[in-house]
């Protein structure tokens, strides 16, 4: 690696063994329509901890095919209806069960939540105003995240959504998310509409940001190569019913994404990735769903 790329992630996390976990799901299930002819299970007894790592946080990607839950598992998380509250199991963040939504917990979507009505830099503080945070600082503040994400706070802080392109909007969305300093950051497939190029560009500013932050992200991709880069740990997860059926821990990545791609390491995990995806939509045809189980990697 040329010296002059710095290092995307550290790998010198601590743990505090008294600490509550980050995130903690114990034998979760959520069944939809229960007790009625349209009844859905969408996961089955779901269970992973997440640690709060002092001064440092973790990035966990979670993978798995279309219809397997991991929306459902990040909604459970966030406290949103319709996925909340679980049918069977507990959900605790920070060692308090989710009772809702909280200022704890920050979204970042996939589809571009801007409000359409309101310029950059008034999405980005809505969050500061909803919490009474003055005028001016907030502005001052948003200003700065505007810089944060890559954007240009002179020249795109009074645009609106629509004259944005989508990487843009995207950028706006997370730093509204960030600019409220959660603790646990839930990223729901957030750059799978992006050309490859500048979804490439955006893993290297969530990395960037995340390490300001400090934060435990969640994040849900289909992509192998995404959940590889940017996840300490990979959960890999079946379907029929939704479940876990992989936790895969990962070396930390020491370069920008353009470049961990072409390290022999990435190329080596991604295609056992690919290969147990392989597995597990096989697994989905057949009446046996497999066993879970955990490996450790790197």
């Not at 001016?136 to 948003?142: I, Q, V």
Request: proline letters at 7%.
């Amino acid at each position: 690696m040329s010296d002059e790329v710095p290092p995307a992630r550290v790998s010198s996390p601590s743990l505090t063994s008294d600490r509550p976990a980050a995130v903690d799901f114990q034998g979760v299930t959520k069944i939809y329509g229960q007790g009625t002819p349209r009844e859905y299970v969408a996961i089955s007894d779901v269970t992973f901890t997440i640690p709060d790592v002092v001064d440092h946080g973790e990035i966990s990607s979670f993978l798995g095919p279309s219809g397997c839950g991991k929306s459902t598992v990040l909604r459970l998380v966030a406290g949103l209806e319709p996925q909340h509250p679980p049918t069977i199991g507990t959900v605790t963040v920070l060692g308090r069960p989710v009772v809702g939504p909280g200022a704890d917990r920050g979204m970042v979507f996939q589809d571009y939540t801007s409000f359409d009505n309101r310029t950059v830099l008034d999405n980005v503080i809505f969050g500061l105003e909803c919490r009474g945070v003055p005028r001016r600082e907030r502005e001052s503040e948003g200003l700065d995240w505007i810089a944060k994400v890559g954007l240009d706070p002179r020249r795109d802080s009074g645009k609106y959504p629509h004259e944005l392109s989508g990487g843009m909007r995207q950028r706006v969305a997370i730093a509204r998310t960030l600019i409220l300093r959660p603790r646990v950051i839930l990223m729901d497939e957030p750059f799978g509409a992006l050309d490859p190029a500048t979804r490439l560009d955006m893993q290297d500013l969530l990395v960037r940001l995340w390490r300001e932050v400090q934060a435990t992200v969640l994040f849900v991709t289909h992509s192998v190569e995404e959940a590889v880069y940017l996840g300490d740990r990979v959960f890999v997860m079946a379907t029929t019913p939704g479940r876990i059926v992989d936790e895969i821990r990962l070396p930390a990545a020491s370069a920008l994404a353009r470049e961990t791609q072409s390290a022999p390491w990435f190329h080596e995990q991604v295609n056992a990735l690919h290969a147990r995806i392989e597995q597990v939509e096989a697994a989905a045809k057949r009446p046996e769903n497999g066993v879970s189980h955990r490996i450790q990697a790197g």
